[in-house]
Every structure is written in structure tokens, then in C-alpha cells.
């Protein structure tokens, strides 16, 4: 009886040696991720001028880069059935050490960690080159018998602040998730503050013909972004020698913002008979 076992068992190893490989290359092709879209950035037209160099105020360069998960975090984050991209979270998890050992057979514990945006879907990037008007150059060439040429000079420091357009939990991890995912989509430098200093000046200049009034407008330009940011109830489970993320009561809100785009003028000159 044991030889007829011994060839049985034998014979199912042989069979599913033969097997494996199939499976899997079955599993290599679904994990296979599909290719990403290519992100398109915003075209900046020809009324638009970038003023880093001539500005006054030196704006602090809005340097946001992916904050890289450690080892234990990318395991916690793969673990977890809801995609989290909170820096912050990400961030504190990368400062949480959890030392394994091989008797921890029935052990189990369950840590609650808060309520967090775990990420934010972009919907729609789109730009308003005259979000706000921040400066306006005028001379009356009425009486003149020539074209004058007039250039943009920022007649008094302009503070120009975005914002969320609606009250949500956690605003300043939303900002700074909505923030990324702006700037990778529109490939311009955004900030939600951004100063025009008093005497910046740029050299391109606008001639104003016989007998009119000139004027140009200056507009600081800004990025609206909308979309959708996920929240819910993160904990930390350890069961035994495995550690995994479980995110329970999961809600989804829209949200959008305004982004100004830093160190960029829009300018608009009009001529006219009569003052505006």
C-alpha cells in the first residue's frame, strides 16, 4: 500500500512541475500594468510673459518633489485596498519601525492612525490668463503728433493668492496633493501665493498711435484645477509576522482650486479715443 502512495504522490509532483510554468506566465501577463497616458501640458500663449529674472520679489522656487517611500512603507501601501498618495501619510509612515520576530504565532494588534485624504483624481487643469488684474500703464497721446511706445512697469507690489472653493477636511494635505497633481499636469510653475514686486519692469513695448489713449493691463494668470479627493480611516494591522494597511469607511468629495502660475503676466493693450 505505501509503494502504490509513494507512485501516487510522485506522479502529481511530475504533473504539476509540468503545470507551473503555464500559470505562471498567465499571472506575468495580468500583472503586467497598462501604459500610462501621456500628460500634456498647458501651451502658454504670446501675451503671456514669464517676469522671473525681472521681478523684485524673488518668490521662493515651488520645489514639490515625490516624497520616496521606504521598503516597509511600499509594502503597507501595496497592502492597502485604496490607493493613498498623501505625502504626509506616506511621510509618517516612513518614521514608523516594526521589528518582526518569527514567535509572534497569534499575535495581533490593530493601531488606529486617523482620517486622512488618501489621494486626489484630477478631472480638469485648465488656465485663466486674467485671473486677477494686478497693474495698469496708461499715457493720453491725444495731443502727440507720433506713435508713443509705452512697456509694462509694475506700479506697487501685487500679492496674488489661489485657494480651495470650498471648505474640506484636511485642506492643507488636499492643497498640497491637489498642488502635485496641477503642476505634473500642466508642466507650469504654480504656487497658491505668488508676489509681483513694485518696479518690475519687462522691455517689450506697445505703441500707442496719434490722438489716442493707451492702455496696458497686467493680469497675474492662474491655473484652475478640479477633481475628487478620497478620505477615510486608516489603520495599521500586525497579525503574527505580517503587517498591512486597512482603510475602513472610505467617502469621496469633489473639490477644486485656484493655482496661480508664479513669475508669469498676462498682458492685454488697448487704444482708445475716449478714457476707458
Not at 502529481?12 to 500628460?39: C, D, M, R, V
Not at 485671473?131 to 495731443?143: A, E, H, L, S
Not at 491637489?178 to 513695448?205: C, Q, Y
Not at 480611516?233 to 468629495?253: D, F, P, R
Request: glycine share 6%; net charge positive; aromatic share 10%.
Amino acid at each position: 500500500m505505501k509503494k502504490y502512495l509513494s507512485i501516487f504522490f510522485i506522479g502529481l509532483i511530475i504533473l504539476f512541475s509540468f503545470q507551473h510554468p503555464a500559470g505562471a506566465s498567465k499571472e506575468q501577463k495580468k500583472a503586467e500594468p497598462a501604459p500610462a497616458p501621456e500628460q500634456k501640458s498647458i501651451t502658454v500663449p504670446n501675451s503671456v510673459l514669464q517676469i522671473t529674472k525681472e521681478n523684485t520679489y524673488p518668490n521662493p522656487v515651488q520645489d514639490m518633489p515625490t516624497l520616496q517611500p521606504s521598503e516597509l512603507t511600499q509594502k503597507l501601501i501595496d497592502s492597502s485596498k485604496v490607493k493613498i498618495e498623501n505625502p504626509d501619510l506616506i511621510r509618517m509612515l516612513n518614521e514608523t519601525t516594526v521589528n518582526s520576530t518569527p514567535f509572534a504565532i497569534g499575535y495581533r494588534a490593530i493601531i488606529y492612525l486617523g482620517q486622512w485624504p488618501l489621494n486626489y483624481e484630477s478631472a480638469e487643469t485648465s488656465p485663466n490668463w486674467e485671473y486677477q488684474k494686478i497693474n495698469t500703464n496708461y499715457f493720453d497721446n491725444r495731443g502727440g503728433n507720433a506713435p508713443y511706445q509705452i512697456h509694462y512697469v509694475q506700479e506697487a507690489q501685487k500679492i496674488v493668492r489661489g485657494g480651495l472653493t470650498a471648505k474640506v477636511p484636511n485642506t492643507e494635505d488636499v492643497k498640497k496633493m491637489m498642488l502635485l497633481k496641477a503642476m505634473e499636469k500642466s508642466g507650469l510653475p504654480l504656487n497658491f501665493e505668488t508676489i509681483i514686486g513694485a518696479g518690475t519692469k519687462k522691455d517689450h513695448k506697445y505703441n500707442i498711435p496719434q490722438k489716442r489713449l493707451g492702455y496696458l493691463y497686467g493680469y497675474a494668470p492662474a491655473v484652475n484645477e478640479k477633481g475628487k479627493v478620497t478620505y477615510g480611516e486608516v489603520y495599521l494591522m500586525l497579525k503574527g509576522s505580517k503587517k498591512m494597511i486597512i482603510v475602513k469607511n472610505v467617502t469621496s468629495q469633489g473639490v477644486g482650486a485656484w493655482i496661480p502660475i508664479q513669475d508669469h503676466v498676462s498682458f492685454g493693450f488697448f487704444a482708445s479715443e475716449r478714457p476707458r
